[in-house]
Nanobody, 126 residues
Framework: QVQLVESGGGLVQAGDSLRLSCTASGRTVSNYGAGWFRQAPGKEREFVATINWTGRNTYYADSVKGRFTISRDNAKKTVYLQMNSLKPEDTAVYYC???????????????????WGRGTQVTVSS
């Protein structure tokens, strides 16, 4: 079992930046892909970005491409989401997740992720 804890959320203005962190504990997660999802009030959870276990392959939702960057430090068991040029529509609770072994690197399906954090709130004011 793995536990994931997100941090780094907060209240910022449009155009600002934030870096989210997701730190794992429990079983080794260095060999597994990871991802970030978000959920805004009244909306379904949506895919944001994912990274494979080596960190070489990354995939992004069109809405964040060019503004967000996912990365990882396996020695620290931590996955990051650097968010630049934030927009009010980026306001949501952001969740990190660890993939099931064997799931496709680029899959956006939440069902391919085995463990989830509790989320961190990001609020972007206009």
């Amino acid at each position: 079992q793995v536990q994931l804890v997100e941090s780094g959320g907060g209240l910022v203005q449009a155009g600002d930046s934030l870096r989210l962190s997701c730190t794992a504990s429990g079983r080794t997660v260095s060999n597994y892909g990871a991802g970030w999802f978000r959920q805004a009030p009244g909306k379904e959870r949506e895919f944001v970005a994912t990274i494979n276990w080596t960190g070489r392959n990354t995939y992004y939702a069109d809405s964040v491409k060019g503004r967000f960057t996912i990365s990882r430090d396996n020695a620290k068991k931590t996955v990051y989401l650097q968010m630049n040029s934030l927009k009010p529509e980026d306001t949501a609770v952001y969740y990190c997740a660890s993939r099931y072994p064997g799931s496709l690197d680029g899959s956006h399906d939440p069902k391919d992720f085995a463990s989830w954090g509790r989320g961190t709130q990001v609020t972007v004011s206009s």
